[in-house]
């Protein structure tokens, strides 16, 4: 693993998002297109320099949904949760 997938804490999400692409036969453009987004926004949010935390939440929303996955697993793919913050202590 290369030092940049080391420290981006979306990494998990990223390659979800590539690989669901790849299985679905879209490309960064569809799925740019699909959530209101430029391709170079999404292609920024696909190779790490930007943040998919920092999408609107209706675009977060679409994107998980587009993923299959619900919110909190959203959350925490892109590190915006941690397992800890789930448990009440």
């Known amino acids: ?11 998990e999400l990223i390659n979800l998002i590539h690989n669901m692409l790849k299985m679905k ?5 569809d799925i740019a297109r699909h959530l209101g987004i430029s391709h170079i926004y999404m292609c920024s949010l696909s190779n790490g320099a930007r943040k998919i935390s920092g999408l609107s939440i209706e675009k ?3 994107l998980a949904q587009f993923l299959g996955i ?9 590190g915006v949760l941690r397992k800890e913050d789930l448990i009440n202590q």
């Open 1 to 11: 693993m290369s030092r940049k997938q080391k420290s981006n804490p979306s990494q």
């Open 25 to 29: 036969g879209w490309t960064l453009a």
């Open 60 to 62: 977060q929303r679409a």
């Open 70 to 78: 619900s919110m909190i697993k959203f959350y925490l793919l892109c």
